[in-house]
């Protein structure tokens, strides 16, 4: 748990952004129940949700995993396609895929940042 949470809050702070912000973790469905992304969620009191790997193939991402991801759970990107997807149409990647960086091993867990769209302005729309 500690490698997701402390690359979740690492790749925040790096991008200025504060764990307040978080609203939901993303991931391919065949890793949603892996104990260190549940543990995760519940640290940042938000829900975990989980796409299949088909719907995540089909989103267009700047850094795609490539073989990696697409070996191990069937598409080329996790992080980045689950971030997009949780921030919905109109959703911006504010932070492309980061690595955790374990001591003596290599990384288990990846990281995106996605900001959902401000909601318009009610009475706004049409007029000028």
Same mark, same amino acid.
């Given at each position: 748990?500690?490698?997701?949470?402390?690359?979740?809050?690492?790749?925040?702070?790096?991008?200025?952004?504060?764990?307040?912000?978080?609203?939901?973790?993303?991931?391919?469905?065949?890793? &949603?129940?892996? @104990?260190?992304?549940?543990?995760?969620?519940?640290?940042?009191?938000?829900?975990?949700?989980?796409?299949?790997?088909?719907?995540?193939?089909?989103? &267009?991402? @700047?850094?795609?995993?490539?073989?990696?991801?697409?070996?191990?759970?069937?598409?080329?990107?996790?992080?980045?396609?689950?971030?997009?997807?949780?921030?919905?149409?109109?959703?911006?990647?504010?932070?492309?895929?980061?690595?955790?960086?374990? @001591?003596?091993?290599?990384?288990?867990?990846?990281? &995106?940042?996605?900001?959902?769209?401000? @909601? &318009?302005?009610?009475?706004?729309?049409?007029?000028?």
């Amino acid at each position: 748990m500690e490698e997701v949470a402390g690359l979740i809050g690492r790749t925040l702070a790096a991008a200025g952004l504060s764990a307040g912000g978080v609203v939901e973790l993303a991931t391919v469905e065949a890793k &949603a129940a892996e @104990p260190g992304l549940v543990a995760a969620a519940a640290r940042f009191g938000v829900p975990l949700r989980g796409y299949g790997a088909a719907v995540l193939a089909r989103v &267009a991402v @700047p850094g795609p995993s490539g073989g990696a991801a697409l070996a191990a759970v069937g598409t080329p990107s996790v992080a980045e396609a689950a971030a997009l997807l949780a921030a919905g149409p109109g959703g911006e990647l504010l932070v492309g895929k980061r690595k955790s960086a374990p @001591p003596g091993r290599p990384a288990r867990a990846t990281c &995106a940042v996605a900001r959902r769209p401000a @909601p &318009a302005k009610g009475g706004q729309v049409g007029q000028g």
